[in-house]
């Protein structure tokens, strides 16, 4: 059986599409992070919870900031990208689920009421959510360079607070020069999809 997406949205998604190591200079703009994000609120997230966030860093100050809690050959990439998006989980989504959980709102207490809950659910769903963005951004037709490479602790405490915890750092925009390493390879299906 084949699948239903166009080959071509295959490869922009999938196939070709690559982890970015060097953007030209062209602008990300306002329109195409909200577009980016319109697409993806629609994945799916346990009981609605949607506890990703995005903290775009923009200005050279910011930039400036959040370098330095970059590991050193992340640095020059982060410096340079057209615009890098701090993606976090915030612990207190339960907050929301009156609203996004709205056939029971009760959830909110009798589910999450437990910090160390919140937590360990925020931090699954938003990765799940932060693998949306990242394909979000392939299909705006730019390129993600997404980054564990960093000092957690370092980024929370000068961009977040208590609530929220960093989950990674996406470098976004056009990709420029010499911007991908040599693809890796991928296991198989065998080795990963096992029947019972």
């Known amino acids: 059986m084949s699948l239903v997406l166009d080959p071509t949205a295959q490869d922009l998604l ?5 982890t970015a190591n060097t953007f030209t200079d ?8 909200q577009a980016i994000y319109d697409l993806v609120k629609y994945g799916p997230t346990s009981m609605n ?9 923009r200005s050279p100050e910011a930039r400036e900031r959040l370098v330095q809690h970059m590991m050193e050959g992340n640095r020059p990439k982060t410096a340079a990208a057209p615009l890098v998006a701090i993606l976090s989980a915030d ?4 907050e929301e689920l009156p609203y996004l959980f709205p056939h029971f709102p009760e959830a909110k207490d009798a589910v999450f009421g437990d910090r160390s809950v919140r937590e360990n659910q925020a931090g699954l769903n938003a990765a799940l959510q932060a693998a949306y963005f990242i394909i979000g951004v392939r299909a705006a037709g730019l390129a993600a360079g997404p980054m564990t490479g960093l000092d957690f602790e370092g980024v929370r405490k000068e961009f977040l607070d208590d609530d929220h915890t960093p989950l990674m750092v996406v470098n976004i925009g056009k ?7 040599p693809r890796s390879p991928r296991l198989e299906f065998d080795q990963v999809v096992t029947t019972v």
């Open 14 to 18: 999938f196939r070709e599409a690559r």
């Open 49 to 57: 919870q949607s506890p990703l966030r995005v903290t775009l860093v």
């Open 26 to 33: 062209e602008p990300v703009t306002d329109e195409q992070v």
């Open 175 to 181: 990709p420029g020069e010499d911007a991908w390493f």
């Open 91 to 94: 612990n207190e989504f339960h």
